[in-house]
């Protein structure tokens, strides 16, 4: 998928996605992260804010508030407390 800044790349394995996503610029050319997302947390966010438009990963981050799918924003922000992630994406991994 394209989007304005970035080209995303989902894959699907059993249980989770891994998603990568790559800078359009040319200025960030070559950079890039990637998450590993649980399914299940796809699913929840998909129940609570499936089929609206313009939706933002601040609009799924506070959708899945206060879940196990969503940590608190002090641990998101250490990512060696996410071993399963190079970006933190709140995703949890079970």
Avoid at 66 to 77: G, K, L, N
């Amino acid at each position: 998928m394209k989007a304005v800044r970035q080209t995303y790349h989902v894959f699907e394995a059993q249980g989770y996605f891994f998603v990568l996503s790559f800078a359009l610029s040319k200025a960030r050319r070559g950079s890039g992260y990637f998450n590993v997302i649980d399914t299940d947390a796809v699913d929840y966010v998909q129940q609570r804010i499936g089929g609206t438009r313009g939706v933002t990963a601040k609009d799924v981050m506070a959708a899945a508030r206060r879940t196990r799918f969503c940590r608190p924003t002090a641990d998101i922000a250490g990512r060696e407390r996410n071993p399963h992630s190079s970006h933190s994406s709140g995703a949890t991994p079970r």
